[in-house]
């Protein structure tokens, strides 16, 4: 592997103990019934969405760094891949958790579209990958 993906990956996997802390997080909030997120049905459902998307999503951008190692692009063109796919793990789960920061939010705010954005990078790096590939 590249010292670039070597890199990447290793911030990836530290911020895996990022996603445990939120998923105790919340456990901690289910468990001592925090009023403003289990009464709150969009912020709870929000919130579970950001740790979900947060745990798969990086793991989804591990799986696929090894094979921009491997693909035709330029050193350039695999600098664009990687940020594209680096940048979902962090968007979406900020629009999820940002989008309704205080106890009393019954909707999300603008920050949602940071969500939009995250899919849009990881779309936009995963199509420039799988083409780089074939």
């Given at each position: 592997m590249s010292s670039d993906t070597?890199?990447?990956?290793?911030?990836?996997?530290?911020?895996?103990?990022?996603?445990?802390?939120?998923?105790?997080?919340?456990?901690?909030?289910?468990?001592?019934?925090?009023?403003?997120?289990?009464?709150?049905?969009?912020?709870?459902?929000?919130?579970?969405?950001?740790?979900?998307?947060?745990?798969?999503?990086?793991?989804?951008?591990?799986?696929?760094?090894?094979?921009?190692?491997?693909?035709?692009?330029?050193?350039?063109?695999?600098?664009?891949?990687?940020?594209?796919?680096?940048?979902?793990?962090?968007?979406?789960?900020?629009?999820?958790?940002?989008?309704?920061?205080?106890?009393?939010?019954?909707?999300?705010?603008?920050?949602?579209?940071?969500?939009?954005?995250?899919?849009?990078?990881?779309?936009?790096?995963?199509?420039?990958?799988?083409?780089?590939?074939?």
């Amino acid at each position: 592997m590249s010292s670039d993906t070597l890199t990447t990956a290793g911030i990836l996997l530290i911020t895996v103990v990022a996603v445990a802390y939120g998923g105790l997080t919340l456990l901690t909030h289910l468990a001592r019934r925090k009023p403003g997120y289990l009464d709150n049905p969009v912020r709870r459902g929000l919130w579970t969405a950001g740790h979900a998307h947060a745990g798969v999503l990086v793991l989804l951008v591990l799986v696929a760094l090894p094979y921009l190692d491997q693909a035709e692009a330029s050193d350039g063109m695999r600098t664009l891949i990687r940020t594209l796919l680096v940048a979902a793990p962090v968007l979406m789960p900020l629009g999820f958790f940002l989008s309704v920061p205080r106890p009393t939010d019954t909707r999300p705010n603008k920050l949602i579209w940071l969500t939009v954005a995250g899919g849009v990078s990881l779309s936009v790096g995963a199509v420039l990958l799988g083409v780089a590939l074939l």
